[in-house]
């Protein structure tokens, strides 16, 4: 999970946390969470999709030194991304850019207008991901209610290129960690299916 300051607790969170253990605690098969916390003020460069060489770097590092170490220590099955806001505008890259590693990704609220929708064509360009699955969500309270349907629109694109989507629009949900911690446990069920 990216924004790992906002993962579990509520220490360390700007806006509180998400509770992941608890809710992973309370479902059927209880994943493994694995937590990275972004760089403060470098988040945007870090996470800044598709175009980003820190977020290049970053997949790499997590690919080639994170994965295998955890993998040390804890029995994992397949591997999933996830994030909210650029979170989830990194998450969905990362998923996209490696399905050999990822076998999905919960994308909260993903920043998807960044960077002038640059995400959109580079989506378009990749080759389908086999048998990935990816949840996206939005609150309609976000961006004046605009957010929706841009990730409806991702939803399409995605289904295009024979991806499992699930695309949930949160009549009541802001941009805020509270919604996006409601929105969680019906997130990792969708990808853990």
Same mark, same amino acid.
Request: aromatic share 8%; hydrophobic share 45%.
């Given at each position: 999970?990216?924004?790992?300051?906002?993962?579990?607790?509520?220490? %360390? #969170?700007?806006? @509180? /946390?998400?509770? $992941?253990?608890?809710?992973?605690?309370?479902?059927?098969?209880?994943? &493994?969470?694995?937590?990275?916390?972004?760089?403060?003020?470098?988040?945007?460069?870090?996470?800044?999709?598709?175009?980003?060489?820190?977020?290049?770097?970053?997949?790499?590092?997590?690919?080639?030194?994170?994965?295998?170490?955890?993998?040390?220590?804890?029995?994992?099955?397949?591997?999933?991304?996830? %994030? #909210?806001?650029? @979170? /989830?505008?990194? $998450?969905?890259?990362?998923?996209?850019?490696?399905?050999?590693?990822? &076998?999905?990704?919960?994308?909260?609220?993903?920043?998807?207008?960044?960077?002038?929708?640059?995400?959109?064509?580079?989506?378009?360009?990749?080759?389908?991901?086999?048998?990935?699955?990816?949840?996206?969500?939005?609150?309609?309270?976000?961006?004046?209610?605009?957010?929706?349907?841009?990730?409806?629109?991702?939803?399409?694109?995605?289904?295009?290129?024979?991806?499992?989507?699930?695309?949930?629009?949160?009549?009541?949900?802001?941009?805020?960690?509270?919604?996006?911690?409601?929105?969680?446990?019906?997130?990792?069920?969708?990808?853990?299916?």
């Amino acid at each position: 999970m990216l924004d790992g300051q906002n993962v579990f607790g509520d220490e %360390g #969170s700007f806006a @509180g /946390g998400w509770h $992941a253990d608890e809710t992973v605690d309370k479902l059927a098969t209880a994943p &493994a969470v694995l937590a990275i916390d972004h760089g403060g003020d470098e988040r945007i460069a870090e996470l800044g999709a598709p175009k980003s060489t820190k977020l290049v770097a970053f997949v790499d590092l997590v690919i080639d030194n994170i994965v295998p170490a955890a993998r040390e220590r804890v029995s994992f099955g397949a591997w999933y991304v996830v %994030g #909210s806001s650029m @979170g /989830g505008l990194a $998450a969905l890259y990362m998923a996209v850019r490696r399905p050999d590693v990822f &076998a999905g990704a919960v994308c909260m609220s993903p920043s998807l207008w960044f960077d002038r929708r640059a995400i959109f064509a580079w989506v378009d360009q990749q080759p389908s991901p086999p048998a990935s699955r990816i949840y996206l969500d939005a609150g309609a309270r976000e961006a004046g209610g605009r957010l929706a349907g841009v990730v409806e629109t991702m939803g399409q694109r995605l289904r295009i290129h024979d991806v499992r989507v699930m695309v949930r629009i949160d009549p009541t949900g802001t941009h805020h960690e509270s919604s996006w911690r409601k929105r969680l446990p019906r997130a990792l069920r969708f990808v853990l299916a």
